[in-house]
């Protein structure tokens, strides 16, 4: 089993920064991918970023390419995700995850089978 608590969720203006942390638990979490998602009043959850467990290689949706950026921080058990230029589109409930996904399912919900409480992040315009 592997805990997850996500944090650093709030209020901030359009144009403005927030740093979300996943804080991890229990098993060896460098084994682990970690992904982010994030969920927007009415939709389904959507896949945001993924990093690898080496941190070496990361993945973003086409929407926050350039102003998101996922690190981590192994010894820590900590991954981070830093959003700038923050939109009122990127408002929604934050999700860290961690999971042994392929490339090919590295955006996929279903190949994460742990999952942080949830952060909630509001852009005002």
């Known amino acids: 089993q592997v805990q997850l608590v996500d944090s650093g969720g709030g209020l901030v203006q359009a144009g403005g920064s927030l740093r979300l942390s996943c804080a991890a638990s229990g098993r060896t979490f460098s084994n682990y991918a970690v992904g982010w998602f994030r969920r927007a009043p009415g939709k389904d959850r959507e896949f945001v970023a993924a990093v690898l467990w080496s941190g070496s290689t990361s993945y973003y949706a086409d929407s926050v390419k350039g102003r998101f950026t996922i690190s981590r921080e192994n010894a820590k058990n900590t991954v981070y995700l830093q959003m700038n230029s923050l939109r009122p589109e990127d408002m929604g409930v934050y999700y860290c995850?961690?999971?042994?996904?392929?490339?090919?399912?590295?955006?996929?919900?279903?190949?994460?089978?742990?999952w942080g409480q949830g952060t909630q992040v509001t852009v005002s315009s």
């Open positions: 995850a961690a999971g042994v996904p392929t490339s090919r399912t590295i955006m996929i919900t279903t190949a994460y089978p742990y």
